[in-house]
């Protein structure tokens, strides 16, 4: 759990106890947990205003991702100016840390060589606000300030990334700098989808993948407002509305149809499937009064 006192906390919620709590140099925007590493596990911290750090919680060690990548427009000497702020996110297994910059570049991180594989482009150099995989590993959702949700499918095979981005690499040897990481990304993430609101145009908040990946989720950003906005494949939305309270986060359940919202006022809203009894579908049926009544042979032929 990241807090705005700059500290991160690793809680036990079952026995409620709090393993361990560190204080950083700069106050986190936002913290994950390593999907597959030891107890207790790495985490990645995205403070504000300066690079991702992965964060040892059992000895407290702190390491900087390097993400600064030689461009024409950036000075290498301050990452901040090219990069600030930063969300980032584990892939499935662990192997990778994706970075998204304020410039319009996702970036493909072996955070324990601490080095940059491969850069996405992002349409319209629009800052990356939230970067979130599926469950499965399969599709990255991107959140920019274009205010448009983009679905990249993942092409890199699972557990295996790292050296399917060395073999990449070796493929464009004849290129250097920002042309061999772009070329390599392009092997990596293939745009398959955008989601936007034409009507209101509005940003979101906390965009996120459903429990089998197969719908979208996200939270409207305009004020006074508590809208959920749910898209399945072919791009068709529902709305959910509640009270006229902004949405501060939201996050859908790991394996129920259920998606719990926060709101402003610090109130927690749960969403699920409306089931009701449907008493129609029950036809009415008119026993006879010797319907199944046992009958023998003889009575029978006595008739």
């Known amino acids: ?26 106050n986190p925007l936002q913290a ?14 995205c403070p504000l205003s300066v690079p991702p750090l992965i964060v040892d919680l059992n000895t407290e060690k702190t390491t900087s991702l390097h993400i600064c990548v030689l461009h024409s427009r950036c000075d290498c000497s301050d990452a901040t100016t090219f990069c600030s702020p930063t969300p980032a996110c ?3 297994y662990g192997n990778l840390v994706y970075v998204g910059t304020s ?54 095979p699972l557990k295996d990334e790292v050296k399917a981005l060395d073999a990449l690499k070796g493929n464009f040897s004849g290129l250097k700098g920002t042309d061999k990481l772009q070329a390599v990304g392009s092997n990596c993430l293939t745009l398959i989808r955008e989601m936007q609101d034409l009507t209101m145009i509005s940003h979101w908040k906390s965009p996120c993948f459903s429990d089998n990946g197969e719908w979208v989720v996200a939270g409207s950003a305009s004020k006074g407002g508590h809208k959920i906005y749910i898209w399945d494949k072919a791009i068709q939305v529902k709305i959910l509305e509640g009270p006229k309270e902004s949405i501060v986060d939201l996050a859908w359940h790991p394996a129920r149809p259920i998606v719990v919202s926060v709101c402003l ?8 499937k409306d089931v009701s009894e449907n008493c129609s ?13 046992l009958k023998s042979p003889e009575t029978e032929k006595v008739r």
């Not at 409620?16 to 204080?23: A, G, K, L, P, Y």
Request: glycine content about 4%; aromatic content about 8%; some cysteine.
């Open 103 to 156: 410039k319009g570049k996702i970036l493909l991180i072996d955070y324990i060589e601490n080095e940059v594989h491969a850069m996405i482009l992002i349409p319209g150099d629009c800052e990356v606000k939230n970067i979130v995989f599926s469950r499965n590993g399969r599709y990255l959702l991107a959140n920019s300030s274009d205010r448009i949700i983009r679905i990249y499918e993942n092409l890199l």
């Open 281 to 293: 579908v029950f036809v009415p049926f008119v026993e006879r009064e010797d319907e199944f009544d």
């Open 265 to 272: 006022a610090g109130k927690i809203h749960v969403w699920a």
């Open 32 to 45: 994950r947990l390593h999907p597959r590493s030891s107890k207790p596990p790495l985490c990645l911290a």
């Open 1 to 26: 759990m990241s807090s705005a006192d700059q500290s991160l906390t690793l809680w036990d919620v079952k026995n409620d106890n709090r393993i361990t709590r560190i204080v950083l140099q700069k």
């Open 90 to 92: 584990f892939n499935k």
